[in-house]
């Protein structure tokens, strides 16, 4: 007696083991499974995007301070090569890419510090004490330019002033004359040994300091 099954009833048995193997649990487990890869790839696909536009960002950030950056200098001269005469000048210079917002200039001369270099001038060299009597002089005689003649000297205040890149500002200046040789020595000797210290800020409000040697340091403000 024949034992073999007819191919329709093995076809039935193989249908309900395939139906036992993938029960509502396992469907449930799979689609989950699904679900959280497919989650793991959307945030893996979003981290990627926002790790592209933070780095765009950065970059953007790096070439606007690079375009924005000011780099003062502070330097003496004492020969005017156009006027082709002897000419004291004191200048700081913005040679950095952007404008400088200068906060504070500070002179130091054997110890003492001060807030403007025509104050420290006129503690060490009487310049007040010159302006009174060119002035006198100026007073006496108006068809005599003294001022010029015998050498006027020119000076300015550099707190809160805005320098643009590629521009300076002159601190002091003075044109050598035979009236005031020797109070012009006199300053020439000792300028190169004037310490200067300057805090500014750039348009992105990042401080600077800078001294004489022009080391630039970062810092949080020019408050101090």
């Known amino acids: 007696m024949s034992t073999e099954q007819p191919a329709e009833h093995n076809n039935a048995v193989k249908l309900k083991k395939f139906k036992w193997r993938l029960s509502r649990s ?4 799979i689609l989950a499974l699904c679900a959280i890869l497919i989650s793991a790839a959307s945030f893996y696909a979003t981290y990627m995007q926002a790790k592209a536009a933070q780095e765009q960002v950065a970059a953007a950030e ?20 156009e006027a082709d005469r002897a000419r004291m000048t004191v200048k700081v210079t913005n040679s950095g890419t952007g404008p400088a917002l200068i906060k504070s200039m500070q002179f130091e001369f054997q110890g003492t510090t001060y ?3 025509r104050a420290l001038l006129n503690d ?3 310049l007040d004490a010159y302006k009174a009597a060119l002035t006198e002089v100026q007073a006496d005689n108006n068809n005599i330019n003294y001022m010029k003649k015998f050498g006027w000297y020119v000076t300015s205040n550099p707190n809160n002033a805005l320098l643009a890149d590629g ?12 009236f005031n040789s020797n109070l012009w020595e006199k300053i020439s ?3 190169p ?3 200067v210290n300057t805090c500014y800020c750039s348009l992105l409000k990042q401080c600077y ?7 630039v340091k970062k810092v949080a403000n020019c408050s101090s």
């Open 26 to 29: 396992k469907m449930n487990s």
């Open 62 to 81: 790096r070439q606007l301070y690079a375009e924005t950056w000011p780099w003062l200098q502070v330097s003496y001269s004492d020969y005017d090569l």
């Open 115 to 117: 807030q403007n270099l």
């Open 124 to 126: 060490c060299c009487s």
């Open 167 to 178: 521009n300076d500002l002159v601190l002091f200046s003075m044109t050598r004359s035979n």
């Open 189 to 191: 000797e000792m300028v």
């Open 193 to 195: 040994d004037i310490e």
């Open 209 to 215: 300091t800078v001294n004489k040697a022009s080391e």
